[in-house]
């Protein structure tokens, strides 16, 4: 049994941490929790003094659908600042409480080393949030072709209806509607009562 006033003078940390997780199916973020657990006990510089594993939930919300969230609440020994610092980088727990020691002292150099591994986590953060966002665009930019080229096909093999094209592109009468929108502007197609018909055109989304 961990002695924790011994290791509190020592100059560990005390503290309880909630980490949560959501994703799908139930089954992989079970077990992925369960995973994070035995990696935190594996920890020379971690001692797990209490560990409560919550209920599985489905998140609720149509645009949730089958997403689930689970998560595990935590009391632990961490040996100084830096492997708090180190274990909330890793597993990012939705909150953290210190319970002891009541003051906290840290040394310049040990406060330098957490400012450089906070400064590499943002870098990395946002190189990844600006690949994304380029790869987003990208797509995006090859989805809207798509989605012309099949309206141009459609349209060029006869006058159609909104219903028409949403039910032969699979595309949904709201998002239908909004892209229709956008093609009239651009002089694409041009709607005559409830049909919409293709222009000849040589104009391209710049």
């Known amino acids: 049994m961990v002695d924790i006033q011994e290791k509190l003078e020592q100059g560990y940390i005390q503290s309880k941490v909630i980490i949560e997780l959501a994703g799908k199916p139930k089954e992989y973020i079970e077990k992925t929790i369960k995973q994070y657990l035995e990696l935190i006990k594996k920890n ?6 209490k560990e409560d594993l919550g209920e599985t939930k489905e998140i609720e919300g149509e645009e949730n659908k089958g997403l689930w969230i689970t998560f595990i609440e935590l009391e632990l020994l961490a040996k100084d600042i830096p492997t708090l610092t180190g ?10 409480e210190i319970i002891a020691p009541a003051e906290l002292k840290i040394k310049d150099r040990q406060f330098t080393s957490i400012m450089n591994d906070l ?3 943002l870098h990395k953060l946002d190189m990844g949030a600006k690949q994304l966002n380029n790869e987003n665009k990208f797509l995006k930019k090859n ?4 989605a012309t080229n099949l309206v141009s096909v459609l349209l060029k093999t006869g006058a159609k209806t909104l219903k028409d094209l949403s039910r032969l592109s699979g595309m949904v009468e709201k998002d239908m509607n909004e892209f ?4 009239i502007k651009q002089e694409f197609v041009k709607k005559e009562g409830e049909e919409y018909k293709w222009i000849k055109s040589d104009k391209r989304e710049e």
């Open 87 to 96: 274990f909330c980088f890793d597993y990012m727990p939705s909150s953290i």
């Open 180 to 183: 229709l929108e956008k093609l």
């Open 143 to 146: 989805a809207y072709f798509l």
């Open 119 to 121: 400064q590499g986590k």
């Open 44 to 49: 020379a510089d971690l001692k797990v003094l």
